[in-house]
């Protein structure tokens, strides 16, 4: 079974802080992972991809990937209201599919 | 990205009632794949369609229930056959981003009400 974990939260920060969000996957073979955002009544939108081990950053958006580790994180900083929101982890399997975690809920208090 | 429009947004449909949700692209896509997003949970995958051949179903979903076409590149409908209440869910379409890596794009989704 191809699983990829996430801790559902909530996950609360203060304002400005930076938000860590961790997911866990089984699939070894797996070589693309994502996290998407969605937002309440929306659809899933694509935010961060990272395919090497190592940090990615997009603005305030870092992925870090450790595949030894079958590890993958979001980090935001300077976190804003705006950001409050549902985070979900993808990691392909058997090729094109994408499987996602559960997803964990963000809200930044202001 | 590609530009994903999917309709009806939203519907309510009687028990036993089918309804055929369709997804459109501005342009040719190899993978179109459709989802299913119930209540509080995260996306489950139903089936990949790909233009010219059968949609291939994940395990739990059947085509006598979810009956698939994708008639070309850019277009691919979703049918959810004599419903119940239980097919209460968000129905998500996506397209696989033929300049990424398994990067996909998501539709606005179908919100769908069984009573």
């Known amino acids: 079974q191809k699983e990829v974990e996430q801790n559902s939260g909530p996950l609360s920060v203060p304002e400005g802080a930076i938000a860590s969000l961790n997911c866990t996957y089984s699939?070894?073979?797996?070589?693309?992972f994502f996290w998407y955002r969605q937002y309440s009544g929306k659809s899933p939108e694509l935010i961060m991809s990272?395919?090497?081990?190592g940090d990615k950053e997009d603005g305030r958006f870092t992925a870090q990937l450790n595949k030894a580790s079958q590890y993958v994180s979001l980090l935001i900083r300077d976190s804003q209201p705006s950001d409050s929101a549902t985070y979900l982890c993808?990691?392909?399997?058997?090729?094109?599919?994408?499987?996602f975690g559960a997803g964990t809920i963000l809200r930044v208090k202001s | 990205s590609a530009v994903i429009s999917q309709k009806p947004s939203r519907d309510i449909c009687q028990r036993g009632t089918s309804l055929t949700i369709q997804c459109q692209v501005d342009?040719?896509?190899?993978?179109m794949f459709w989802y299913r997003q119930q209540p509080g949970q995260s996306l489950t995958l139903i089936a990949t369609?790909?233009?010219?051949?059968?949609?291939?179903?994940e395990s739990g979903f059947v085509i006598d229930k979810f009956p698939i076409s994708r008639p070309n590149l850019t277009f691919s409908t979703l049918t959810v056959s004599n419903m119940s209440p239980e097919d209460s869910s968000i129905y998500l379409c996506?397209?696989?981003?033929?300049?990424?890596?398994?990067?996909?794009?998501f539709g606005a989704g179908t919100r769908l009400s069984v009573l």
């Open positions: 996506s397209v696989e981003d033929r300049e990424g890596v398994n990067i996909q794009y």
């Open positions: 699939d070894r073979g797996s070589q693309s």
């Open positions: 990272i395919y090497s081990n």
């Open positions: 993808a990691v392909n399997s058997y090729g094109n599919k994408l499987v």
């Open positions: 342009s040719q896509v190899t993978m």
């Open positions: 369609a790909n233009q010219g051949s059968e949609a291939t179903y």
